[in-house]
């Protein structure tokens, strides 16, 4: 358990640089398959930040408040595209999971890195399909959330 702990908190802490487990090995394929992750959950961070600084100033600005309305059904509009994204995703997932996480890996990652052997990477073994499965679930319920509150705001502006 605590090497899968050091394996999570690798991939979404910025600043460890380096993956290190207690009591098993890791090949250089894994460490850099687990890097790659760590950049694209540094990248989501810096865009959800972003996106979340953009939204309070722009909703709390009256300066402009064309713009403000605007960018916020905009906002709305997008929500509603990638919610219909993770619905097929989460659809295709329900029907054929391996499908589904081979496709995924296919797409965000240009090499074969993620497919570890558990005799030279025993780390797999604490990272089971259904921790995969749950994850899906937990960004679809965070995307259902941050899709409400989009849909608030957007309702509570245009009726200001």
Request: no cysteine; charged share 20%; glycine share 2%.
């Amino acid at each position: 358990m605590d090497n899968y702990k050091r394996a999570v908190y690798y991939v979404q802490n910025p600043f460890i640089n380096e993956l290190k487990f207690n009591t098993i090995p890791i090949s250089n394929f894994a460490q850099i398959h687990f890097y790659e992750v760590k950049r694209i959950f540094i990248a989501l961070y810096i865009f959800s930040i972003a996106f979340v600084i953009v939204m309070i100033i722009k909703i709390l600005s009256k300066k402009n408040d064309g713009f403000r309305k605007n960018l916020i059904n905009n906002f709305s509009k997008s929500t509603n595209i990638i919610a219909l994204i993770f619905i097929f995703v989460s659809v295709s997932a329900a029907i054929d999971f391996d499908k589904t996480f081979y496709f995924f890996h296919k797409i965000f990652f240009r090499n074969n890195y993620w497919i570890f052997d558990p005799a030279i990477d025993p780390i797999i073994n604490a990272l089971p399909e259904e921790l995969f499965a749950i994850e899906l679930g937990l960004i679809v319920a965070v995307l259902v959330i941050f899709t409400i509150i989009i849909k608030i705001l957007s309702r509570k502006i245009k009726n200001s």
